[in-house]
């Protein structure tokens, strides 16, 4: 499974990005997949991941009602849509896998939100 991020930037407080994640390979074999971020000199935290299959959804508490995970299936894309951006949402992005063969990871997209 491959996986290429895209949609980063930058962004003022307040305001929205859209992340994608285009997924190519052995996409059958994906059960779930998710967001993670890491900001500076932090650990790396999951932030949303959704069931392809199922469609069901968990978010961590901090972006509940701001964020929003989403997938295509048609188009093997998976996406995080942000809104009401706040500074300590600064971080690099990172789309993950989880599949039968493995866990995946994109290269990450930097957010960074300016106060």
């Known amino acids: 499974v491959q996986l290429v991020e895209s949609g980063g930037g930058l962004v003022q407080a307040g305001g929205s990005l859209r992340l994608s994640c285009a997924a190519s390979g052995s996409t059958f074999s994906i059960n779930s997949m998710g967001w993670y971020r890491q900001a500076p000199g932090k650990g790396r935290e999951l932030v949303a991941a959704i069931v392809p299959s199922l469609g069901t959804t968990n978010y961590r508490d901090s972006v509940k009602g701001r964020f929003t995970i989403s997938r295509d299936n048609a188009k093997n894309t998976m996406y995080l849509q942000m809104n009401s951006l706040k500074p300590e949402d600064t971080a690099v992005y990172y789309c993950?896998?989880?599949?039968?063969?493995?866990?995946?990871w994109g290269q990450g997209t930097q957010v960074t939100v300016s106060s």
């Open positions: 993950n896998a989880y599949a039968m063969d493995g866990n995946y």
